[in-house]
């Protein structure tokens, strides 16, 4: 059984940094991609970065803007997603999603899509106050 696991959110000024982390566990496929999502209230699951197991990252360049990094921790026990958020601003706030699913190779041009992926996490709160 494939299970996700977020930690890391919280409240932080802005300005402030936070840094996401997902264990993941009972993903037994070799080639993979993983990737953070968000959801703020009222609005649509959007993709904010993606990484696959060959190291190749995608992100979404409007709502990162050069202040996030996407990781990806691997040892013989557990894979770990995390997601290293800098400068947070207000728009940030929302719930964020780690995800699993197929390499990039086979979602060309999908790799941001929330349908792209079939595993999800429960999610984690961020809340940045001005």
């Known amino acids: 059984q494939v299970m996700l696991v977020e930690s890391g959110g919280g409240s932080v000024q802005a300005g402030g940094s936070l840094k996401l982390s997902c264990a993941v566990s009972?993903?037994?496929?070799?080639?993979?991609?993983m990737g953070w999502f968000r959801q703020a209230p009222g609005k649509e699951r959007e993709g904010v970065a993606v990484?696959?197991?060959?190291?190749?990252?995608?992100?979404?360049d409007s709502i990162v803007k050069g202040r996030f990094t996407i990781g990806l921790d691997r040892d013989s026990r557990q894979l770990r997603l995390n997601l290293q958020m800098n400068n947070l601003e207000p728009e940030d706030t929302a719930v964020y999603y780690c995800?699993?699913?197929?390499?990039?190779?086979?979602?060309?041009?999908?790799?941001?899509?929330?349908?792209?992926?079939?595993?999800w996490g429960q999610g984690t709160t961020v809340t940045v106050t001005s």
């Open positions: 990484i696959d197991s060959g190291g190749r990252t995608i992100y979404a």
């Open positions: 009972g993903y037994k496929y070799s080639t993979y991609s």
């Open positions: 995800a699993a699913g197929p390499p990039m190779r086979q979602i060309p041009g999908l790799e941001l899509k929330a349908r792209s992926f079939g595993h």
